[in-house]
T-cell receptor, first 116, second 114 residues
Framework: KAGVTQTPRYLIKTRGQQVTLSCSPI?????VSWYQQTPGQGLQFLFE???????NKGNFPGRFSGRQFSNSRSEMNVSTLELGDSALYLC???????????????FGSGTRLTVV | GENVEQHPSTLSVQEGDSAVIKCTYS??????FPWYKQELGKRPQLIID?????GEKKDQRIAVTLNKTAKHFSLHITETQPEDSAVYFC?????????????FGRGTSLIVHP
């Protein structure tokens, strides 16, 4: 069964531009979460989408947004890019069934974003 | 919200030695504690997990212990091998209505010297 697929794998953007990243979850997984990973900061939670609705949100500015489609695929958008947005962006999908914990929480390979 | 502290940030050992990574958490309601291994350039992968109703869990050379009273949990790797070199992340979470958002520690870079 296919894993979590993130596209593109690498991206170089200029300050001030915007970018859209894509995440296709494991078939049947309805929850998609996004993380920013930078050296020394670990994995910082951006937001989680479930059934096309943002269910949880981390402490990131409004320049970071996302959405989820009816097939559970999710996109993350960053507007007005800053140098500090350079990072590995990971998504993770899970079944997220009621009364279960970490049912199949699986990460994608990430998108490496470089802002110049 | 939950806060997870992880130590050390870097751990260097000789092949065959044991390695221990420690984490503390702040929310006493957290009930699930996974550990992830991230090799260079790859995605984090779950290697072992423990639930709050269990004190210890072992899987071959790796084991995790949990002390709910002190709110800390540890990863133990015995007979380390060069392929154990990676960044290890601990996490704490509490499932609620199917929503599962783990809070991660900052990671420990484990280096195993042959």
């Amino acid at each position: 069964k296919a894993g979590v697929t993130q596209t593109p794998r690498y991206l170089i953007k200029t300050r001030g531009q915007q970018v859209t990243l894509s995440c296709s979850p494991i078939s049947g997984h309805r929850s998609v979460s996004w993380y920013q990973q930078t050296p020394g900061q670990g994995l910082q939670f951006l937001f989680e989408y479930f059934s096309e609705t943002q269910r949880n949100k981390g402490n990131f500015p409004g320049r970071f947004s996302g959405r989820q489609f009816s097939n559970s695929r999710s996109e993350m958008n960053v507007s007005t890019l800053e140098l500090g947005d350079s990072a590995l962006y990971l998504c993770a999908s899970s079944l997220a069934r009621r009364q279960t914990i970490n049912y199949g929480y699986t990460f994608g390979s990430g998108t490496r974003l470089t802002v110049v | 919200g939950e806060n997870v502290e992880q130590h050390p940030s870097t751990l260097s050992v000789q092949e065959g030695d044991s390695a221990v990574i420690k984490c503390t958490y702040s929310d006493s309601a957290s009930n699930y504690f996974p550990w992830y291994k991230q090799e260079l350039g790859k995605r984090p992968q779950l290697i072992i997990d423990i639930r709050s109703n269990v004190g210890e869990k072992k899987d071959q050379r790796i084991a995790v212990t949990l002390n709910k009273t002190a709110k800390h949990f540890s990863l133990h790797i015995t007979e380390t091998q060069p392929e154990d070199s990676a960044v290890y992340f601990c996490a704490a979470s509490k499932g609620s209505g199917g929503s599962y958002i783990p809070t991660f520690g900052r990671g420990t870079s484990l280096i195993v010297h042959p």
